[in-house]
């Protein structure tokens, strides 16, 4: 009875069967479509959008990695400071390691500080602390990467890392220096930079005139300052001496 029954739906499973994967690989072509055309009309602003985020990285590494290094080389020319490079460019691969993250964890109070004058309405001024502080964690990093390199090289998966990293990175700056993006970013850094210049040019010769006039009345009022401070300091003074202690009139407390 059961095995008849079976082979009577069997011809209309079937059928059902074939009709449902004929639907669903229908559908699955009809979705393909749709999303290749969603991908043909998104397509120009998502390129767009990553030429322009790769522009702003290499724009970060030309005029804000490289110069900020250089910066904190400058540093040294004193002695302690020097002597903290050598003894970082004599690290061990691990430790070289390590230090790469020093930076990062002796501004993190600074940036947190950022986030909490952020959340209590301070916005300039939470905004310029967290800047100062990726500046200077940038700086860093950039100069102790420098120091550390060669003894990072040493670490089979790193120097790995580091070579196919590398030359895959620089094909890709060559694609974006040849972009418009790019090309129009170095126009208007060159105009900008003959704009500053001729502005400075013109402001110059005021600034430093108003600057004159300013010194006699900035040095006099340091004077005064340094009166009222004199003047202040030696009332606090006498005060806490106190005026001279006097003997009770005979009679009193008998």
């Known amino acids: 009875m059961g095995y008849a029954m079976w082979e009577q739906l069997r011809p209309w499973l079937e059928a059902r069967g074939r009709e449902a994967v004929h639907a669903a690989a229908l559908a699955a072509r009809l979705l393909g479509r749709a999303l290749l055309s969603t991908w043909t009309l998104v397509r120009p602003a998502v390129v767009l959008t990553l030429n322009v ?3 702003l990285i290499l724009l970060f ?3 804000g990695w490289r110069p900020l290094s250089n910066l904190v080389a400058r540093l040294a020319r004193f002695p ?3 002597k903290t490079e050598l003894w970082i460019a004599g690290l061990p691969p691990y430790g070289a390691l390590m230090a790469l993250g020093v930076p990062s964890a002796i501004l993190i109070p600074a940036k947190l500080l950022g986030v909490y004058l ?3 309405g301070h916005l300039i ?3 310029m602390v967290i800047v100062a502080a990726k500046l200077a964690s ?3 990093i950039a100069r102790i990467f420098l120091l550390t390199k060669p ?3 040493q670490m089979g998966w ?3 890392t580091y070579e196919t990293f590398v030359p895959w990175q620089e094909a890709l700056f060559a694609r974006i220096r040849a972009s418009w993006v790019w090309r129009y970013g170095r126009i208007v850094k060159w105009r900008m930079g003959n704009y500053l210049r001729d502005a400075w040019r013109r402001w110059r010769p005021r600034l430093e005139a108003a600057w004159r006039e300013m010194q006699p009345r900035i040095a006099d009022l340091g004077q005064r300052l340094r009166a009222g401070a004199r003047d202040v300091w030696m009332r606090l003074a006498s005060a806490r001496r106190g005026a001279p202690r006097q003997l009770p009139p005979p009679g009193r407390n008998r």
């Open 53 to 55: 985020v790769a522009a």
């Open 61 to 63: 590494e030309e005029w």
């Open 80 to 82: 302690l400071w020097a």
């Open 118 to 120: 952020l959340a209590t």
């Open 125 to 127: 001024t939470a905004t």
């Open 138 to 140: 940038t700086a860093l």
């Open 151 to 153: 003894a990072l090289m």
């Open 158 to 160: 790193f120097a790995r």
